[in-house]
Structures are given as C-alpha cells and as structure tokens.
C-alpha cells in the first residue's frame, strides 16, 4: 500500500490496520472490537464525547447566505445534470420547498 510522501505515520498506519487483506487482521476484528479505533495513535485528542452530544465542532464551516445558496458547490457544465420543468399541480404539499416558487410571507427568515 503507498501513499503520498506527506502522509503522516498515525494516518498511513490507520488506514493498513482498517484495510488489511485478511477481515480477521482488521482493526475492529481484533479483541477489543471498535473499541480499537477510538484507541488508536491516530484519534489522540479526538472528542469523542462531543461528537456523540452532537456539540463537535466542525473543522470547516462553510458561509450559507440563504436557503437556496449554492455558491460553495462548483460542478462544470458537462455535470450538470439535464433540468426538468417543474409545474405544480396546485395542490400546494411542496409550497415550503426552497426549489419552488411561493411567496415567502417572512423574506428575513431564510
């Protein structure tokens, strides 16, 4: 297995234990179960506490300006995919999707 030359040991050690050819050789089939990679060099310092009370912070926050914001996602014209008309039927289930179009009666609350 090779990685790339600034791949730090804890990393490169990680992934071999959770890829091992053999299942049985794998870090969370040895004794000790998941429990192993929690343990493991490369979480030192990882909280996992907080990330079972969901009040881990995430590494990157991206700024989201509204709902329908999508400046953080790039995608070249050849992937985007074909768009569909959409016309409702009047029955007004979808009126609070951000992909529709409805008269927003609180335009400050996004």
């Known amino acids: 297995m090779s ?5 730090e040991t ?3 050690h990680f992934v ?6 053999q299942a049985a050789d794998r870090l969370p089939m ?5 429990a192993n990679i ?3 060099e490369f979480y030192d310092g990882f909280d996992w506490d907080a990330m079972k009370s969901q009040t881990l912070r995430p590494p990157y926050v991206p700024i989201v300006k509204s709902r329908t914001d999508i400046a953080n996602f790039k995608v070249s014209e050849e992937e985007k995919p074909p768009q569909v008309e959409y ?13 529709c ?3 927003n009666p609180n335009p400050n609350k996004v």
Request: proline share 11%; glycine share 8%.
């Open 87 to 99: 016309k409702p039927n009047g029955d007004e289930w979808d009126e609070e999707f951000a992909t």
């Open 10 to 12: 804890p990393l490169r």
């Open 30 to 34: 040895k004794k000790g179960g998941s």
């Open 3 to 7: 990685f790339p030359n600034n791949t």
């Open 16 to 21: 071999k234990e959770m890829c091992a050819p």
């Open 38 to 40: 929690k343990a493991h």
């Open 101 to 103: 179009s409805f008269h």
